[in-house]
């Protein structure tokens, strides 16, 4: 039967204007429909993982991205008050050891990442529309989505629709597909830092003082996405009209010198906080649709991979699109498996790291520095940090195991 289009693309993130484009340049009919009529900052992704940057080459995205301004960071610190600034800075680790070609992860910021995503989009041959309010999506017998525009009604039939539509997505709701969601282990505030000019543009740091854990990624000329954890009792406490203040004066640790520059930089952005937790779909797809990002169930982002998970979903979905005219259900099986392996993976990378970096007191300090010591004598111990830089699939399956966690934590 014939339809207006081939896909319809609920969505324009990361995850949808990239599939847009991707498919757009592969000849097909494409629709792109995005919710905002402009890219505000949410406190969402503004870096990369190695593995994420592998997935936009193969994509054909990453010298779109780096053209646009996309900054690589070459170096990695992991601060910590249970050992010196000095022995953690001279053991920065280099992050183009991680995957052949790929000299670190890329940060950019993602209103301006989506939109040149959207606009790769536009150009590649998808009708692209803002500013839109989705209405009755349809999946059967033929998947179709009715969409108001400056108070015009429109109804357009495709081959599939595509859900990216993010966390709260109204598209997996209307397809019934059921989301899982962990309970939240912290809470993750995140803010865009300008003028932090004493700060070094090639390193990324993390660390843990205090009641408090920091992670700061560095996006060039002197601006710096940073975050910080803290605990769940804790939600409300950088609330209030000099919450961003208290949030970059949170930043000072004895235990990360460097910090300076974050005091002493200004909020460029919003200060928003979340609860961190892990969520998954069982089948990402039913009948007339499938689901990419976010909107397939995310990762804590405590360990910055929802990019890096939203560019591998497009290339398997894409490569699927393009082997085959074929786009029943039956054709996303094995997305479906290969991401509940993967974000099964992550969930346990994303829980290890929580509990080592984002809980507080005397008893995790003690476990850190533990942690810390074993390191050094059997690499293994950090294992889960190499899934989170070269992708899950790069390690053997008993890292992912609770005896490994029981392992890496000292637990009985
Ligand atoms: C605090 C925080 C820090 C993070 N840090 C990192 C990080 O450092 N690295 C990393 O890789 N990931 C990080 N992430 C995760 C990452 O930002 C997301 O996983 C990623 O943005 C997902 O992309 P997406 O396209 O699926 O969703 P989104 O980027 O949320 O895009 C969804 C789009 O759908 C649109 N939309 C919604 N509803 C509709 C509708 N009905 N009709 C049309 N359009 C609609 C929205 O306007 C939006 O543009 C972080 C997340 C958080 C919360």
């Known amino acids: 039967m014939t339809t207006d289009y081939d896909l319809i693309i609920v969505g324009g993130g990361i995850a949808g204007s990239a599939l847009a484009t991707v498919m757009a340049r592969a000849g097909k009919r494409v629709l792109l429909l995005e919710k905002s009529s402009v890219y505000e900052d949410r406190v969402r992704g503004e870096w990369i993982a190695p593995w994420g940057v592998a997935e936009t080459r193969r994509l054909g995205l990453c010298d779109l991205l780096v053209g646009a301004g996309g900054h690589h960071v070459t170096h990695h610190i992991t601060y910590d008050e249970s050992r010196p600034a000095a022995e953690a800075e001279a053991s920065a680790l280099p992050l183009s050891m991680f995957l052949p070609d790929v000299i670190g992860p890329l940060c950019i910021g993602h209103p301006h990442h989506c939109q040149t995503l959207f606009d790769a989009a536009g150009k590649a041959g998808a009708e692209t529309h803002r500013g839109v ?42 397809a019934g597909i059921a989301l899982h969601q962990d309970p939240p282990h912290h809470m993750f505030a995140g803010m865009l830092v300008e003028g932090a000019d004493g700060w070094d543009a090639s390193v990324q740091a993390i660390g843990t003082e205090g009641d408090f854990g920091f992670l700061a990624f560095p996006q060039g000329d002197g601006r710096v996405r940073v975050y910080g954890s803290f605990s769940l009792d804790q939600r409300r406490r950088f609330a209030g009209p000099d919450g961003q203040r208290r949030f970059l004066d949170a930043f000072a640790m004895q235990c990360a010198p460097a910090n300076r520059a974050l005091v002493e930089g200004r909020p460029a952005g919003p200060l928003l ?22 909107a397939a169930g995310w990762n804590d982002p405590i360990i910055g991979l929802g990019l890096s998970i939203a560019y591998r979903d497009v290339r398997i979905v894409s490569d699927l699109l393009k082997s085959s005219d074929d786009w029943s259900p039956a054709l996303f099986a094995s997305y479906a498996e290969e991401r509940a392996e993967r974000m099964r993976r992550l969930r346990f990378a994303a829980a290890l790291t929580a509990a080592l970096d984002c809980e507080f007191g005397e008893g995790p300090k003690a476990r850190r520095h533990r942690y810390h010591a ?15 830089m070269a992708g899950p699939e790069s390690l053997p399956p008993d890292i992912f195991t609770p005896e490994h966690r029981a392992k890496v934590l000292g637990d009985p």
């Open 133 to 174: 309010e989705t209405g009755d999506i349809v999946f059967a017998p033929t998947p179709s989505v009715t969409w108001t525009k400056d108070g015009q009604a429109h109804t357009h039939t495709g081959s599939l629709i595509v859900g990216a539509d993010g966390r709260t997505s109204g598209v997996r709701e209307s």
């Open 374 to 388: 074993l390191q050094k004598a059997d690499p293994m111990i950090g294992a889960h940090a190499f899934a989170v």
């Open 273 to 294: 906080a979340y609860l961190n937790n892990d969520s998954w779909t069982d089948e990402p797809f039913a009948q007339g649709v499938v689901l990419c990002g976010d």
